[in-house]
């Protein structure tokens, strides 16, 4: 069964399975200790920080291992804000970034701090001008990815870094998507990665602070990891997560051309086959494993259902696929369409039949998904046309919306409007980018008795 959700977990790495094993029978000891069971460990554990730092591009000294990603950007941010408290409590963000850097800016927000998020555009970069004119003379941390975890937009880190550095703010870079395939470009200040993206065991995370970096640890202090991250090391995993990372490296050069060369096809057969179809995301600048497309009048939720029943593990970020009812905040701040969306990560090794097969299996998928709810398959114009309508969807989720809307857009004149009422959070971003690919005009948003009324006039 092909697996391409590796943006959410790569496949456990073959060396990172021969190391752990290896560090089960050798790493069990208190590192700590000096007799020689704890010197041994100590030794295993001193090795993994070398590997790492050096894939890294930082000193030994300067990086820690946390109990996850998650845990690294936590520590990272709230240690650096810490750290720099004289200076102020504003920090600087991206509008894309993890759900772990957006929930830490909102407790800081909470705490009394404040947060500016900058904007993207649809590629899903930051434009590092406007970036800059984020930094204020209290920032004391400014925050950017460098490649997005849904649409594999790498973002401009070098660019921004340097704004970072004139205007004496420190950069943390969540570089979990992208560590895998090389080091981080440009003078970051701090940095941090996830294992269990390049193919490393769960539940080890790792943190970088360059030296002259204010940072002040927070909560009860530890003796362990240079006090920045409490508790016994979970040494087997350790050592499991810098030798598969070492060995991705090694990998990575060939496998980036080769994964890179399907991902697009995928972005272009797509495009061919799949009508209605909306690939996001920066066609050069990306991330060589990762697409995401989003397909018109279709619920996210079967379509990926639909998929693992042909034997396909893919991802979404749709919102009739999450817990939140609300599309993801990346592709919403992007401005594209949210429904139907499907995230393709290929992990190493994919082979090029099954990307084929997904190729062939794909676009019957979404016909019959599109059937089912009664999507159109064209818009015909009625033979009398009335001066406007009012859609009632309210109380009705994506994609129907918007199915509602392509269903009656050819019943109006050219120049007539048609007004959808929805309170679906999805509508909001969905109708618009329904009007830009079927080139109608959007004309605005109103307020209703019940959600809003989404107002768009006929063009052709």
């Given at each position: 069964m092909?697996?391409?959700?590796?943006?959410?977990?790569a496949?456990?790495?073959?060396?990172?399975r021969?190391a752990?094993l290896?560090a089960l029978?050798?790493g069990?000891a208190d590192?700590?200790r000096?007799?020689r069971e704890?010197r041994?460990?100590r030794?295993?554990l001193?090795?993994a920080r070398?590997?790492?730092?050096?894939?890294?591009?930082c000193?030994?000294?300067?990086?820690?291992f946390?109990?996850?990603?998650?845990t690294?950007?936590?520590?990272g941010i709230?240690g650096?804000?810490?750290g720099?408290?004289?200076v102020?409590?504003h920090?600087?963000?991206?509008a894309?970034e993890?759900?772990?850097?957006?929930?830490?800016?909102a407790a800081?927000?909470?705490?009394g701090?404040?947060?500016?998020e900058?904007?993207v555009?649809?590629?899903g970069?930051?434009d590092?001008?406007?970036?800059?004119?984020a930094l204020?003379?209290?920032?004391a941390?400014?925050?950017?990815q460098?490649?997005?975890h849904?649409?594999?937009?790498?973002?401009?880190?070098?660019?921004?870094?340097a704004?970072?550095?004139e205007a004496?703010v420190p950069l943390?870079?969540?570089?979990?998507q992208?560590?895998g395939?090389?080091?981080?470009?440009?003078g970051?200040?701090?940095?941090t990665?996830?294992?269990h993206?390049?193919?490393g065991?769960?539940g080890v995370?790792l943190l970088a602070?360059r030296k002259g970096v204010?940072?002040?640890?927070q909560g009860?202090a530890?003796?362990?990891?240079?006090?920045?991250?409490?508790g016994?090391?979970?040494?087997?995993?350790?050592?499991?997560?810098?030798?598969?990372?070492r060995?991705?490296r090694?990998?990575?050069?060939?496998?980036?051309v080769?994964?890179r060369?399907?991902?697009?096809?995928?972005r272009?057969?797509?495009?061919?086959?799949v009508g209605?179809?909306?690939v996001?995301?920066d066609?050069?600048r990306?991330?060589p494993?990762?697409?995401t497309?989003?397909?018109?009048?279709?619920?996210g939720?079967t379509?990926?259902?639909?998929?693992?029943?042909h034997g396909?593990s893919?991802?979404?970020?749709?919102s009739?696929?999450?817990?939140?009812?609300?599309?993801?905040?990346?592709?919403k701040?992007?401005?594209?369409?949210?429904e139907?969306?499907?995230?393709?990560?290929?992990?190493?090794?994919t082979a090029e039949?099954?990307?084929?097969r997904?190729l062939?299996?794909?676009?019957?998928?979404v016909?019959?998904?599109r059937?089912?709810?009664g999507?159109?398959v064209?818009?015909?114009?009625?033979p009398?046309?009335v001066?406007?309508?009012v859609v009632?969807?309210?109380g009705?989720r994506?994609p129907i919306?918007?199915?509602?809307l392509?269903r009656?857009?050819g019943?109006?004149?050219?120049g007539?409007?048609?007004?959808?009422l929805?309170?679906?959070e999805?509508?909001?971003?969905?109708?618009?980018?329904w009007c830009e690919m079927?080139?109608q005009?959007y004309?605005g948003?109103?307020?209703?008795?019940?959600?809003?009324?989404?107002?768009v006039?006929?063009?052709?």
């Amino acid at each position: 069964m092909p697996y391409f959700d590796a943006a959410s977990a790569a496949p456990l790495h073959p060396v990172a399975r021969q190391a752990l094993l290896a560090a089960l029978d050798e790493g069990w000891a208190d590192p700590a200790r000096l007799y020689r069971e704890g010197r041994r460990a100590r030794l295993l554990l001193d090795a993994a920080r070398e590997a790492a730092a050096d894939a890294v591009g930082c000193r030994p000294d300067e990086l820690v291992f946390t109990s996850s990603g998650t845990t690294a950007v936590h520590a990272g941010i709230a240690g650096a804000l810490s750290g720099r408290r004289r200076v102020g409590r504003h920090m600087a963000l991206s509008a894309v970034e993890h759900s772990s850097v957006l929930h830490t800016a909102a407790a800081h927000e909470a705490a009394g701090g404040s947060f500016t998020e900058v904007p993207v555009e649809r590629s899903g970069a930051v434009d590092p001008a406007t970036y800059a004119t984020a930094l204020r003379p209290d920032t004391a941390l400014a925050c950017l990815q460098s490649a997005n975890h849904e649409v594999g937009t790498e973002q401009p880190v070098e660019e921004v870094a340097a704004f970072c550095a004139e205007a004496g703010v420190p950069l943390l870079v969540d570089a979990a998507q992208s560590l895998g395939w090389g080091p981080v470009a440009g003078g970051w200040s701090l940095l941090t990665g996830s294992a269990h993206k390049w193919g490393g065991p769960a539940g080890v995370g790792l943190l970088a602070v360059r030296k002259g970096v204010r940072f002040a640890p927070q909560g009860p202090a530890g003796e362990r990891e240079s006090g920045r991250a409490p508790g016994f090391e979970n040494l087997p995993a350790i050592v499991a997560a810098a030798a598969s990372l070492r060995a991705v490296r090694d990998e990575a050069a060939a496998e980036a051309v080769r994964l890179r060369a399907l991902v697009g096809r995928i972005r272009s057969v797509v495009a061919e086959r799949v009508g209605d179809v909306e690939v996001v995301g920066d066609p050069e600048r990306r991330l060589p494993h990762l697409v995401t497309f989003s397909c018109l009048y279709v619920d996210g939720e079967t379509l990926l259902h639909e998929l693992d029943r042909h034997g396909f593990s893919v991802s979404s970020g749709s919102s009739c696929t999450s817990s939140t009812l609300e599309p993801s905040h990346v592709l919403k701040a992007m401005g594209v369409l949210s429904e139907g969306n499907v995230r393709v990560s290929l992990p190493p090794g994919t082979a090029e039949a099954d990307v084929d097969r997904f190729l062939e299996v794909l676009p019957g998928v979404v016909a019959e998904v599109r059937e089912r709810l009664g999507a159109p398959v064209s818009v015909a114009p009625s033979p009398a046309p009335v001066a406007s309508l009012v859609v009632d969807a309210l109380g009705r989720r994506c994609p129907i919306p918007v199915i509602e809307l392509a269903r009656v857009i050819g019943e109006v004149p050219v120049g007539a409007t048609v007004t959808v009422l929805a309170d679906d959070e999805a509508a909001r971003l969905d109708i618009p980018a329904w009007c830009e690919m079927r080139e109608q005009e959007y004309v605005g948003e109103e307020p209703a008795d019940r959600g809003s009324a989404y107002v768009v006039r006929r063009l052709s």
